[in-house]
Nanobody, 115 residues
Framework: QVQLVESGGGLVQAGGSLRLSCAAS????????MGWYRQAPGKQRELVAV???????NYADSVKGRFTISRDNAKNALYLQMNSLKPEDTAVYYC?????????WGQGTQVTVSS
């Protein structure tokens, strides 16, 4: 029913920027929260940033001050602006949509930051 598609990943040099997008399609009624996660090689998937229904945001300490999560409710879209990228930001980034009785993940988009 609901599908998420991430885009905007790619290769960037350290200090550069990328903007990730997540487009949701299908029958969406109520959204509890939306978030970005990432998984680097050899590491567990971790929360990067989350935005709840009230618009409040939370970030991993490693990205605070550099990343900004935002949403467009009319378009059912989620964004992650990533600035001052570091090699340790290299990972597959996933979009997550938390619904009342469902949890939907995107396929992921690769972000590679060269030193």
């Amino acid at each position: 029913q609901v599908q998420l598609v991430e885009s905007g990943g790619g290769l960037v040099q350290a200090g550069g920027s990328l903007r990730l997008s997540c487009a949701a399609s299908g029958s969406i009624f109520s959204i509890n929260a939306m978030g970005w996660y990432r998984q680097a090689p050899g590491k567990q998937r971790e929360l990067v940033a989350v935005i709840n229904s009230s618009g409040s945001t939370n970030y991993a300490d490693s990205v605070k001050g550099r990343f900004t999560i935002s949403r467009d409710n009319a378009k059912n879209a989620l964004y992650l602006q990533m600035n001052s990228l570091k090699p340790e930001d290299t990972a597959v980034y996933y979009c997550r949509l938390v619904l009342h009785l469902d949890d939907v993940w995107g396929q992921g988009t690769q972000v590679t930051v060269s030193s």
